[in-house]
């Protein structure tokens, strides 16, 4: 089982700036199998990346990801209001159990 | 589009079996290219996948280690849903509880449709 630490554990930015949020795993992560999910006050968690940089259907390109291995990063390139939640990373290998990072708060500064 | 609408009670005792409900719209609960699974969120667990039922020629369903000897997953074809039982209830099981579908092959532990949610709350 591959455990998932996620950095920093809050973000404190304003909108327009650049947020970039760290997911480093435990063991290689096989095939890249590493998704992204956005998850805001009273809702589920929302896909936003999956193989560790391809967007889900409908995410704006603010939105990328990148890494390989171990380490992985989500990238928002400019804040919009509607971004500030909790992200967390997830990886997928071939069979389950499937574990998730602890998450990583972005807020308003 | 996929809809997933969950359903069942919040409020339990400890020892108490709980029963969620998934129903799907948009897909088949038969479907032979997708996986219906359970995940929970709490603050002490974070995100914890459950566990999960799909039909392949014939069901199968398997769960996380964690919860093995008192969870069961199973479908319900007739209308079209799938739902969660959890024996012997603990304080320890109070959550939010999410349906969550995913797909066959290496898509298998990716969750791209969500429930609402349902918090419930084991309390004596």
């Known amino acids: 089982e591959i455990l998932l630490t996620q950095s920093p554990g809050t973000l404190s930015l304003s909108p327009g700036e650049r947020a970039t949020l760290s997911c480093r795993a435990s063991q290689n992560v096989a095939r890249n199998h590493l998704a992204w999910y956005q998850q805001k006050p009273g809702q589920a968690p929302r896909l936003l990346i999956y193989a560790a940089s391809s967007r889900a259907t409908g995410i704006p390109d603010r939105f990328s990801g990148s890494g390989s291995a171990t380490d992985f990063t989500l990238t928002i390139s400019r804040l919009e209001p509607e971004d500030f939640a909790v992200y967390y990373c997830q990886g997928y290998d071939d069979s389950p159990p499937w574990t998730f990072g602890q998450g990583t708060k972005v807020e308003i500064k | 589009q996929v809809q997933l609408q969950q359903s069942g009670p919040g409020l339990m005792k400890p020892s108490q079996t709980l029963s969620l409900t998934c129903a799907i719209s948009g897909d088949s609960v038969s479907s032979n290219i997708v996986i219906w699974n359970w995940i929970r969120q709490s603050p002490s667990r974070g995100l914890e996948w459950l566990g999960r039922?799909?039909?392949?020629?014939?069901?199968?369903?398997d769960s996380a280690v964690s919860v093995k000897s008192r969870v069961t997953v199973s479908p319900d074809t007739s209308k079209n849903q799938f739902s969660l039982q959890l024996n012997s209830v603990t304080p320890e099981d109070t959550a939010v509880y999410y349906c969550a579908r995913s797909r066959i092959g290496w898509e298998a532990g990716l969750f791209d449709y969500w429930g609402q949610g349902t918090l419930v709350t084991v309390s004596p």
């Open positions: 039922t799909y039909y392949r020629s014939k069901w199968y369903s």
